[in-house]
């Protein structure tokens, strides 16, 4: 119980922006971005990674002339609870279909939420994207839909 509240509390303060990434975080090497987007073609994010006991959280910045950020938890209990009263968007994340929760901020940028099993019950990715503009969100989408997590089947530790 106490491991769930630590997550949720994590994720929660990443994504209300309590908690950024570390000052002294530094984007992801050419071999961790390779490992990442399962290719060497560039990005339009600058990524940066966070590990903790059994999880991961990617944060992705976009580059200019783009807007937003992107946090993706990678672990076994992502703390997103689907909450009613918001729209929801049918769309893709690499080879997964995926329902998008759409809310408009005070500052009337967009945010998007989403949760998705990765090839298994035991690892999900919650998924929050903020952008300034639909456009802006639109092309977070194509990028992160590219990233290894979404297309390809995970490399278990330990297995040949």
Partial sequence: ???????????????????SRDDDAKPLSKEQLAELLGTDSPSLLIWTKTTGADFYVYHGEPQPPLS??????????????????????????????????KKVLADASLQFETVTALHSDLWKAHIVVKAKSQYDADRVFEEISRLRMFTQMPTIPGTP
């Fill in 1 to 19: 119980m106490f491991r769930i509240a630590l997550i949720l509390l994590a994720t929660v303060a990443i994504v209300s922006g309590g908690i």
């Fill in 68 to 101: 937003g950020v992107v946090h993706i938890y990678v672990g076994c209990c992502p703390p997103f609870v689907a909450d009613a009263s918001l729209p929801t968007l049918d769309g893709r994340l690499g080879s997964y279909s995926v329902k998008w929760q």
